[in-house]
């Protein structure tokens, strides 16, 4: 980790955060194929830790750096991605100070509609530090987001529970499956003009990977979801399971693979 970042967390500390975000501006390498998400997540670390002696600066300094333009800014600019190392920072510090998480959660459960990728990506990020920390509050929370109504807030839900680093036990690989067939069950039941809508179609989109990724941490119940899915004659549906069963990581289930393929038209 680069002394200059940490100088810069301290100077923020001390009431000047600007040299920091123009410095995340300068090293963001946006615009451009992928952001620099090491230095957002050097970022996050550095603000945890200082939390635990200058709380309010911190704070402060997440709600600018996440809040500055609430939705608008611009997709694919270096603007994009100080808000994108505000809620990951968000995640960060709401995971180690218990009193921030109420709060945090409302801003995570706002971005998680935004119509930039790499901030929905962020709200992933940040639920999952929340997963890491208090995985029963933060499940509560998943679970109010996949019985929304809204899309992306169902997509923040099945993407941010999706991280084989988390499924380290059958309890929560349980908790995982079910968000997965939460939304399929919504989703299954969209009108169809509804599903021209392009957030639906990120939605879908999300859950053409997320249920693979539970599927390989509890192998006999995802498959078991997945040859329920495939008799529910939903054609998104169908596709949804296609692009799950083309992924690695369950690649070696190829008996299991075969009986779901062997029910779809």
Not at 78 to 106: D, H, N
Not at 188 to 205: G, H, M, W, Y
Request: overall charge neutral.
């Amino acid at each position: 980790m680069h002394d200059t970042l940490s100088s810069l967390v301290e100077r923020a500390m001390t009431g000047l955060p600007r040299p920091l975000e123009f410095y995340l501006l300068e090293h963001s390498r946006l615009p451009g194929p992928r952001a620099n998400l090491e230095l957002a997540n050097d970022v996050a670390y550095l603000l945890a830790t200082a939390s635990a002696e200058h709380p309010q600066a911190v704070l402060s300094l997440i709600k600018t750096f996440s809040n500055g333009d609430r939705q608008l800014v611009t997709s694919g600019t270096p603007e994009e991605f100080v808000m994108l190392c505000g809620i990951v920072s968000a995640g960060a510090c709401a995971s180690v100070r218990s009193e921030w998480r109420e709060q945090i959660t409302e801003l995570l459960n706002h971005y998680a509609c935004s119509s930039s990728w790499r901030v929905r990506e962020a709200v992933s990020t940040a639920f999952q530090h929340l997963l890491s920390a208090d995985t029963r509050m933060t499940l509560e929370c998943l679970l109010q987001l996949a019985q929304s109504h809204n899309f992306l807030q169902q997509r923040a839900a099945v993407a941010a529970i999706a991280e084989p680093r988390l499924l380290y036990g059958p309890e929560l690989c349980e908790d995982a499956l079910q968000l997965q067939r939460i939304v399929l069950e919504q989703l299954a039941r969209v009108p169809a003009l509804e599903r021209k809508n392009e957030d639906f179609r990120v939605l879908r989109r999300a859950l053409g990977y997320t249920l693979s990724v539970v599927t390989a941490a509890l192998p006999e119940k995802g498959f078991a979801l997945m040859r329920e899915c495939a008799l529910w004659n939903d054609h998104d549906v169908h596709w949804i399971l296609r692009e799950n069963m083309k992924k690695k990581r369950i690649a070696k289930f190829t008996q299991e693979i075969a009986r779901v393929t062997e029910l779809l038209p």
